[in-house]
Antibody, heavy 125, light 108 residues
Framework: QVQLQQSGPGLVKPSQTLSLTCAISGDSVSNTTADWNWIRQSPSRGLEWLGRTYYRSKWYYDYASSVTSRITITPDTSKNQFSLQLSSVEPDDTAVYFC???????????????WGQGTMVTVSS | EILMTQSPATLSVSPGQRATLSCRAS??????LAWYQQKPGQPPRLLIYGASIRATGFPARFSGTGSGTEFTLSISSLQSEDVAVYYCQQYSVWPPWTFGQGTKVEIK
């Protein structure tokens, strides 16, 4: 059974960088039929997909246009995890952040099947 | 970007009665539509994918229909444990994958 365990601070100061990590058990971050995503949820934005990383002979990265200049998603094969960094945060970035896993093969769901527990991140001085 | 619109925002249904939730896409997503159930303090949980395929662990009273731009999630006989917010999400057109704003299901 695949599980995702999130870690990282719940409070970040404005203009600083938000950093979260998602540890994977029961699967591999290098799985060539999966992708690993970050999604956030806030009352103002609802559920918002932020970006993903996936391995298909090399690593790929895709980001939402709303955050593309500030976001980095990094896989770590040695620890079987992936991380989110969001720079220059503002109070509007306050949200619950989720990591998720998705099987991208045409023979599986292709929706977000696996979710981390969520991390409430508040941007405040 | 595909806009997903859900209605109603809140649905109050008596126990044992049918609940019908709607989701509309701003352009066709074929059958690449998922529904999620979210209870307070928990992440969303995949309920339906492929517009009509029930995910593991959900009872048969949950069903999904539709294709193209119009989709429906039905709960045939509402139970107290079904109280939650339900979201639809398209995974047809990227970027980005997009979610509806949610329908809150309550017990009347």
């Amino acid at each position: 059974q695949v599980q995702l365990q999130q870690s990282g601070p719940g409070l970040v100061k404005p203009s600083q960088t938000l950093s979260l990590t998602c540890a994977i058990s029961g699967d591999s971050v290098s799985n060539t039929t999966a992708d690993w995503n970050w999604i956030r949820q806030s009352p103002s934005r609802g559920l918002e997909w932020l970006g993903r990383t996936y391995y298909r002979s090399k690593w790929y990265y895709d980001y939402a246009s709303s955050v593309t200049s500030r976001i980095t998603i990094t896989p770590d094969t040695s620890k079987n995890q992936f991380s989110l960094q969001l720079s220059s945060v503002e109070p509007d970035d306050t949200a619950v952040y989720f990591c998720t896993g998705r099987c991208s093969s045409t023979t599986c769901a292709r929706a977000f099947e696996i979710w981390g527990q969520g991390t409430m991140v508040t941007v405040s001085s | 970007e595909i806009l997903m619109t859900q209605s109603p925002a809140t649905l109050s249904v008596s126990p044992g009665q049918r609940a019908t939730l709607s989701c509309r896409a701003s352009q066709s997503v074929s059958s690449n539509l998922a529904w999620y159930q979210q209870k307070p303090g928990q992440p969303p949980r995949l309920l339906i994918y492929g517009a009509s395929i029930r995910a593991t662990g959900f009872p048969a009273r949950f069903s999904g229909t539709g294709s193209g731009t119009e989709f429906t999630l039905s709960i045939s006989s509402l139970q107290s444990e079904d109280v939650a917010v339900y979201y639809c999400q398209q995974y047809s057109v990227w970027p980005p994958w997009t979610f509806g704003q949610g329908t809150k299901v309550e017990i009347k």
